[in-house]
Nanobody
Framework: QVQLVESGGGLVQAGGSLRLSCVASGRSFSNYAMGWFRQVPGKEREFVAGISWDGGRTYYADSAKGRFTVSRVNAWNTVNLQLNSLNPDDTAVYYC???????????????WGQGTQVTVSS
């Protein structure tokens, strides 16, 4: 199994930035593509960004393109999400996920972190 723990969330003003991190424990972290999702009360969890197992390919939701950057450091079992130009619509709990990528699409696996809250004030 893979255990995931997110950190880095907090309160930020519109236009500001945050850096989220997810640290994994367990076996074969580098074999997984990794993704970030977010969720607000009353809505479905939605895809934000993904990255291939070797970091060579990245994938973004339309809402994230040009503002968010996903990266990973396999030697440290870590995946990061840099959030820039934040707006109140980005307020959500952000979760990391261990999954896979096929033909340009990120497919979530069954490994999730506990989430980290991001709140953006206007």
């Amino acid at each position: 199994q893979v255990q995931l723990v997110e950190s880095g969330g907090g309160l930020v003003q519109a236009g500001g930035s945050l850096r989220l991190s997810c640290v994994a424990s367990g076996r074969s972290f580098s074999n997984y593509a990794m993704g970030w999702f977010r969720q607000v009360p009353g809505k479905e969890r939605e895809f934000v960004a993904g990255i291939s197992w070797d970091g060579g390919r990245t994938y973004y939701a339309d809402s994230a393109k040009g503002r968010f950057t996903v990266s990973r450091v396999n030697a440290w079992n870590t995946v990061n999400l840099q959030l820039n130009s934040l707006n109140p619509d980005d307020t959500a709990v952000y979760y990391c996920n261990a999954g896979g990528v096929t033909t340009g699409t990120y497919y979530p696996g069954n490994y999730w972190g506990q989430g980290t809250q991001v709140t953006v004030s206007s």
